[in-house]
């Protein structure tokens, strides 16, 4: 597992939802189309993460999914539990 995923996986046990669902949201709220520390603020204010969590998430909601699995790899957005169940 990536440290990527990490940061995913410690986002989802801090703020209850699943990194779909956070990209989700931020579909919602037109966030896709903005810059990272826009989507960071976001994350910080109304969903309590910290900085690094935040970060991560931006990026994959800024950059989408197929730029960050270049990167580091396949990426589980459906969450932890759908993996528990595997």
Partial sequence: MSGFQTYL???ERKAGLTPQ?????AA???LTHCRAGEVIAWLKTEH???HGHAANLAQLVVKGRE?????HGELH???LAARQDR
């Fill in 9 to 11: 996986d410690n986002a």
């Fill in 21 to 25: 669902q956070f990209l989700d949201l």
């Fill in 67 to 71: 730029a960050i699995e270049a990167k």
């Fill in 77 to 79: 957005l459906d969450g």
């Fill in 28 to 30: 919602e709220k037109g």
């Fill in 48 to 50: 309590g993460l910290g």
